[in-house]
């Protein structure tokens, strides 16, 4: 048995897209979407990254900066072509007649483009913001350290501010819903627990791999390093805080990539804040968001093989039929796509927000269950 099986981690990840969810294993990804009319389409496809094959991706604190843009372009990619069942009817039918996440070249000139735009954004608001009005205090504040410490502060205040304001919209909670569906079907299997949907909504929905854990770690390390780096001229102090980008993202995911594989308090002293944060970014799953994130990851991973290896634990077709509500849907795919109906009424595909948002909520699984 591995030792990194043993200790649940699977190797995968993935994104809540437009109504679905994307998940990745290696260089194979899917993404499975809940289209308007209630059926579920789900898309395999290859993305190499950067670094195919290239020796840099075993050398730490580098690798990450790599894997943070390859992240950012397949995040993208998968993006656009979940809204794409969701554009004006005009434009909906042109895009459903090339059913394939892989694109032409000005699409991938778009994703490049739109990539780099939210880099600069995100630039602008988290970085070149705090400093400049950190600087604001100079003229009253002579301590250096201390006007660091304001600036960190500021960086995490607006950080926590663009949570939560994110949060609060209609589009994103849905999106977020997604997003926890995702986390709950990753701990699933990691918990060595049977892939159905009784069991994937009883997991947790937080999970220290998540995107939002890594942005926190980098606010959280470029307040501790720009508190020992000093510069006096302004722009040269943006200058320095925008290069050191990269260095943060290596740092931030080498302990990402800690924090999934290995328990011990330091990692869950480092985790708990990216943990606590995921309450604005994940929420409850319905079950049918639950199916579109098992389908994901049926597409790429073969988590029975896991968990014999992982748990030594055969899974059967009748282990599967023992579902209690039947939820558990058998998947069969073609050699890249497949659409199927899961419900008699398409309607119910999408219940009203009211009617899963303030329902009966689930009971979180204490935090022993999911760090054990």
């Known amino acids: ?40 389409t789900v898309e395999v496809e290859h993305y190499a990254g950067i670094l195919h094959n290239s020796p840099i991706q075993k050398i730490p604190f580098v690798r990450g900066i790599f894997n943070f843009i390859d992240s950012m372009v397949l995040g993208m990619r998968a993006l656009n072509y979940s809204a794409s069942f969701y554009d004006v009817e005009s434009e909906k039918e042109a895009r459903r007649d090339s059913k394939k996440v892989k694109s032409d070249s000005r699409s991938n ?27 604001l205090f100079d003229s009253f504040i002579r301590n250096d350290s201390l006007i660091a410490i304001i600036e960190g502060v500021i960086r995490i205040l607006i950080f926590l501010a663009y949570i939560i304001f994110i949060s609060s919209l209609k589009d994103i909670r849905r999106l977020y819903a997604y997003h926890g569906a995702e986390h709950k079907c990753i701990n699933c299997i990691e918990r060595g627990r049977l892939l159905t949907v009784k069991n994937v909504t009883q997991s947790s929905r937080f999970h220290k791999r998540c995107g939002t854990s890594f942005i926190y770690l980098v606010v959280f390390i470029s307040v501790i390093l720009f508190i020992f780096i000093r510069v006096d001229t302004l722009w040269l102090r943006l200058v320095v805080r925008v290069a050191m980008i990269p260095v943060i993202a290596g740092i931030s995911y080498e302990i990402l990539r800690l924090a999934g594989k290995y328990d011990n308090i330091f990692i869950s002293i480092i985790s708990a804040p990216g943990l606590w944060i995921q309450r604005f970014t994940t929420r409850e799953p319905d079950k049918y968001m639950v199916q579109v994130a098992i389908a994901s990851v049926e597409a790429v991973f073969d988590w029975k093989a896991y968990l014999k290896e992982a748990y030594d634990y055969e899974v059967t077709d009748d282990m599967l039929g023992q579902d209690e509500e039947g939820d558990h849907i058998r998947f069969r795919y073609k050699e890249e796509i497949e659409e199927f109906s899961a419900l008699k009424d398409p309607d119910e595909a999408f219940p009203l927000e009211d009617d899963w948002e303030e329902g009966a909520e689930l009971e979180e699984p204490d935090e022993d269950d999911w760090e054990d």
């Open 1 to 40: 048995m591995a030792e990194g099986a043993k200790k649940g981690f699977s190797g995968i990840g993935g994104q809540a897209v437009l109504e679905g969810v994307m998940m990745k294993n290696g260089e194979k990804y899917a993404v499975a979407v809940r289209k308007p009319d209630g059926n579920l």
């Open 109 to 135: 000139a778009s994703t490049v483009m739109i990539t780099i735009i939210s880099l600069i954004l995100a630039v602008g608001l988290f970085v070149v913001l705090p400093t400049y009005l950190s600087t």
